[in-house]
């Protein structure tokens, strides 16, 4: 999951300074990845349950 989500947000989010991006696992085995870029308008998020559910968010502000 991971893997494919880094590959999409690396073709579409990493393009200019000031980009982010930050993965980790948590205390519960959650597998977490977020990505903003155009300093915080637009954020996608994908968490990773340890049952095999994924949620992905997409969040944009408008100007």
Do not use: C, H, W
């Not at 930050?22 to 968490?47: F, M």
């Amino acid at each position: 999951m991971l893997k494919n989500a880094l590959s999409k947000i690396s073709n579409t989010f990493l393009q200019n300074p000031g980009d982010e991006l930050s993965a980790r696992v948590t205390k519960t085995n959650r597998q977490v990845l977020k990505a903003s870029k155009d300093k915080g308008k637009i954020k996608y998020s994908a968490t990773r349950y340890p049952n095999g559910t994924v949620v992905e968010t997409k969040t944009t502000k408008s100007k």
